[in-house]
């Protein structure tokens, strides 16, 4: 793997693992896709630092389980910005 990947896909696990954000907001924030983010934490970084994969996998496994609440108040705030 080359260098520059591995110290991305660190440098992407500390930041989500630090700012305990998305995948989507990790991605808008480096400014790469959505599926690179994902692909770096979940299956390059496990090769690269376990341990740290590890606390990244927690954090995006709490995202996971708290999508469904994040996605009812995205369109909780759509509506009711639509009726006033």
Known sequence: MKEYI???TVMLAEYI?????????TAKRFGISKSTVHKDV????????????KSAKK?????KAERHIRGGLATKRKYKKDSV
């Open 59 to 63: 954090v995006l496994e709490e995202n």
């Open 42 to 53: 979940t299956e390059r970084l496990l090769k690269i630092n376990p341990q740290l994969a």
């Open 17 to 25: 693992i630090h700012n305990k954000t998305t995948v989507r907001e």
């Open 6 to 8: 591995e110290e991305r």
